[in-house]
């Protein structure tokens, strides 16, 4: 042993120390949240982990941003052994693996040293070019910190470069040359010139300087936005945002607890522990708040800023309630004014919540699995929840929905009103027969009570009677299964509603449901099970591509102009369940002359219609309206027809191309596979 | 043969046209009775005496005068106790109010001091021997009621509008009466009485809404929709979100689902299609005329009346008849 | 400050009433029930008070059936401290019964306040209120649509057809409640856990005598289908004969 061995073994596990001090107090500060076990399913968790987290899937979508950051994080996986190897020299001078390793092993670990330093050095000097040159317009929207990424970059440029000056200047030096191509070229043509003695005191210099910022680099991290380096797989796998689970439905919440004095989320310790592990996993990407249809248009909502503020908000509250207890319990006014302050209100504004559309693009694009939208609707919770705040124009939707169990008040005995001369029997009628049918055909309240909404009900019902599909309608029975309500924040109103449908439901001992609202078809499919609904609820674009492929279907497809048809992707189907294709394949079947054309975003990237989470019955008043934005995208495509497969999006699609003074017709699937139907049925 | 008591309603020192109504259905109850006498009460301050002459024009065979400072406003302390006094003694049978906002103030209290049940806001009404039988819509209209008062005397109130006034001529006689109790020392003050159209309608309480929508094409031609409410005279003027949300209107004048619910006499929606968002604000509209150029708009499906075609051409046309129509109604 | 607010138990309106066999009464299945919506407001007039004041207690009293609990119970949800129910099984068909009740409850309680509905939309009766007053001989101003209270004295605004009357009137004192008084809080869920513990009398209504009874219920005649008149201008004079003489709002 040396004295530099002791030297450095005394910074090693200095620096170890003060690394394992702050990783324990951050994983303290998470306990500051709730429980919540995230350990089920490991099999998905680990496919998510290996999928999302180590082949880097997600932050891919951005092809060449993303393959950068995905060399840097490759090469740092690899580079670790490397440095796994120069901590152990640090202690026993002299040390390789190759004092371990067979050759065969070791030759192919010296290569891949090499590859990955310069691997890692190509992206991160484009990165930084990206940051300092490019500025992409989502690192600049909020007001983030650019200038640790930039100090980053330059310590992982400067990691990079001391190694690869520590192999060549060993070369230089006298070190055995195999393997060491990239190296054994810069000592003979860069460094040609270095002697023995000078090189070796470059190399000796360069290892400190590498070693030591590796220490600093990892006792840098608990205290900047780069914490992701270390918490970012960890989160991938304790994430439920792509399964396991129920993709998309909202947190189950037990309103008849015993003691509950809280409901939804006001400050950090409302939030599950592994909201906040979202915080420690954000690296301010900015790429969910680049989707967002809300901020896109001008709206206050960024969901980068709810994480980084949640972030931020544990931070100030644990570091206080630390310096409380180590000032013997007893708060200064100051610390208990920070103590009282709260993530709502003080941080985050009802604004902000009020204005997403739940279309869950931030959660789809987010690289390490965060859900943003977790956190909003957690607190939209308390706020409708505990404190009735809420815009005012959501009070006519929910008194609505309580008394007339339909968001807008229209009498639940015109329900069926759309089916008069359809000869279409209710679930009572065929009861009474002691029929049962082959599925409820759900109809919903846009499909009840709008006007245009009702043209997509009885074009579906044509199908379905073309197709001699056994179905019945619930009528007059039919009430609002609460969804709006529940993304509005107002969980009991949702839950009462909830159970009365459950309730009918299971009167009829209803298995298969087939419904063509997507808000309806997500939340009794995949919400229902969580309080006690269990059926198969099918999406009628789904249910007509199965008609179709059965040939049920009798359609004229000889006749017909060659269309040009942009689908506009709803949310609920898409992102939330993953339905993409079958709107699709049935316009191409139904229409086989048809082009389909898509707009810029589109699929999981389809921009929101700005109906959803409760939007539809709220005001717009800031910034563009969100249904413009994405109706000029989808008249942008040229089409002669948009097509949607939701009556919420038909809505905002079909004013904003009015709005645009277009008169493309906006149709419902249903309504284009109607129109080619061979046989009419008898009026 | 049974002699009605009836309060003929004035304001600001006029009387109003249901006090002629009122006075119409006294007439009706006293000669369904067999033939007695109508005393019509009118309370003002000075001068109220001066235009008594259309209250025996439509049978009032007297007319009972409350003139005095303290009546200048409506008083309804000193009124009630003064008419609930008059029609202490059996002199009456019946006594009937309008049922405006005054009346429907002014009957319960008499009707209470009085001890007798009250038959509100009726539509039309019968005797059944000597007891009134009145019709009376009840859950928003949506019901109608025949209710039977039995007390005596039997007080009621009738709708405005519900009776047309007649004419029923004869000589006027007056009679100075003075209040009961002293009018001065009443609890409740009106202090001011803001006479309303000074500004602009307000959409709730409008009894006519003109609303105009997309079809209207620009902010601009939304003085097609002014000049309309302008000819009704009694008419405000809202809009549909889609044009809030445009800025051709301020979001106040919003009509639907997060804007304004309104139930007027008579909306008339100009280039509105008719979406959900809107028909919740106003479905519970009396009577619904839509225009809009395209015929097979959802508007329609719930208007009472409808014309298909160009609003431009339309609204000028419309804004003439009706004007023409107020000049000789 | 002490006030009382009575409320009612009235069916949801969005619904198609049917009347019951022996056409008197209307058919009670299928119905949903709130709280009428200007009872809602005086509750919401009342709570508003009482914030103002920094103290006080609201007293909601309603006359109704066994089920009417839960209309007081939501009463309670917003902020109310205090219910009492009126029993009785049948809804009185006079107004002036139900005055008397109420007033029998409420004459001794002391309240700086009492507030109604201007009506209840199902009897459409508008009497209860002024009719309570005479029975009280309290102070009485309807219709209120803006109301300023201070040092035992009130003002306030009253709505008429096309006009307002502003008003003075001392305390105790009776008031009706109109629309655009202001919105109605909807009940939090922590309201609604608080008021499972809150205070609910429940004793008989003693009513009397009834000076008003129901002979018949009935539904209107159907509303006539809409008609298209016609195109453009030319459908002008048709319209307008029609608003003067069919739907008479002209």
Known sequence: ??????????????????????????????????????????????????????????????PLGGLMHALVFWGFMVLGLGTIEIMIQGLFTGFTWDTILPRFLYLPYVVSQEVFAVFVLIPVAYLLYRRLVIKPKRFTVDPVHGGDAVFILSMIATLMITLLLVFAMDLRAGASTDGRFISGFLANTLFAGVSPDTARTVSHVSWWVHALLILYFLNHLPFSKHLHVLTSLINVWFSNTSGPGRVGAMRPMDLEAENADQFGASDVEHLSWK?????????????????????????????????????????????????????????????????????????????????????????????????????????????????????????????????????????????????????????????????????????????????????????????????????????QEETCHGDPARRMGNEYLYQMLAKGVIETLDGYQVKTIVTFCPHCFHQMGKEFPDIGGHYDVIHHTDYIERLLAEGRVPLDTEHGQRLKVAYHDSCYLGRYNDIYDSPRNTLRKALPVVELVEPARTKSRGLCCGAGGGRMWMEENTGKRVNVERSEELLATGADQIAVACPFCMTMITDGVTGAGS????????????????????? | MANVLVFAESRAGELRKVAYEAVTAARRL????????????????????????????????????????????????????????????????????????????????VAAKLGVGLAADVTSFELDGETVVAKHPQNNGKVIATIAIAGAPAVLSVRPAAVQPEVNARPLSTEAITSSVDPSASRVKVVELQQGNTGKLDLNDAPVVIAGGRGLKSPENFKLCDDLADAFGNAAVGATRAVTDEGWRPHSDQIGQTGRNVSPNLYIAVGISGAIQHLAGMRTARTIVAINKDKDAPIFKIADYGIVGDVLEIMPAFTDAVRKARAQG | MKIAVCIKRVPVMEVKFAISADGTRVEETGLKYDVNDFDLWAIEAALQLKEKAGAGEVTVISLGPDAAQEQIRKALAMGADRGVLLKSDSMPSDGFAVARALAAELKDGGYDLVLFGRIAIDSMNQMTGPMVAELLDLPCVTNVFKLDIAAGKGTAHRALEGATEVLEFPLPALLTIDDGLNKERLPSLKGIMAAKKKPLDIKPASLGAMGVTVRKMELPADRAAGRILGENADAVPELVRLLQTEAKVL
């Open chain 1, 275 to 475: 909201n906040l592990l979202d915080g420690y996993s954000c690296t301010e990407c900015g790429r969910c708040t680049a989707a967002c249809p809300a901020n896109l248009t001008g709206k206050v909502l960024s969901p980068r800023m709810i994480v980084v503020k949640t972030r931020a908000r544990l931070t100030e509250k644990a570091k206080t309630l630390d310096l409380v207890a180590a000032g013997g319990g007893v708060a200064t006014a100051e610390q208990t004014a920070v103590l009282d302050k709260k993530l709502l209100d003080d941080w985050i504004t009802e604004e902000e919540l009020w204005a997403c559309t739940s279309c869950r693009a931030c959660v789809e694009e987010c690289p390490v699995s965060i859900d943003q939208l977790d956190i909003i609707n957690e607190l939209r919770r308390d706020l409708v929840l505990m404190e009735s705040r809420f815009p005012e124009e959501l009070a006519p939707a929910l008194t609505s929905l309580e008394r007339n169990g339909s968001p807008w008040a229209f009498s639940p005995a015109d329900r069926e009103r759309w089916s008069e001369g359809m000869d279409i029997p209710t679930m009572a009628e065929l009861a009474g027969r002691g029929e049962q049918p082959d599925i409820l055909f759900w109809v919903g309240c846009m499909g009840s009570f709008d006007d245009r909404a009702k043209k997509i009900t009885v074009a579906f019902a044509r199908i379905l009677q073309a197709a001699d599909v056994k179905f019945a309608i619930l009528g």
């Open chain 2, 30 to 109: 006293a000669d369904l009775s067999g033939g007695g006498n109508v005393h019509a009460v009118v309370a003002g301050g000075a001068g109220i005496a001066g235009a008594l002459e259309g209250l025996a024009q439509h049978g009032a065979d007297s007319v009972l005068v409350l003139e005095h400072a303290a009546f200048t406003h409506y008083n309804p302390e000193a009124l009630s106790a003064t008419l609930a006094a008059r029609l202490t003694g059996g002199t009456y049978r019946y006594a009937v109010f309008s049922a405006t906002s005054q009346g429907r103030d002014l009957s319960p209290r």
């Open chain 1, 1 to 62: 042993m040396t004295v530099s061995n002791v030297v450095f073994a005394v910074i090693l596990f200095g620096a170890l120390a003060f690394f394992a001090r702050s990783a324990r107090r951050l994983t303290r500060w998470l306990h500051i949240g709730h429980d919540e076990v995230r350990t089920d399913h490991p099999d998905v968790r680990t496919k998510n982990f290996l999928t999302i987290g180590l082949a880097q899937t997600k932050i891919l979508r951005d």
């Open chain 1, 663 to 683: 008169n493309v017709p906006v149709l419902d699937i249903s309504e284009v596979v109607a129109s080619r139907l061979a046989v009419t049925t008898p009026a």
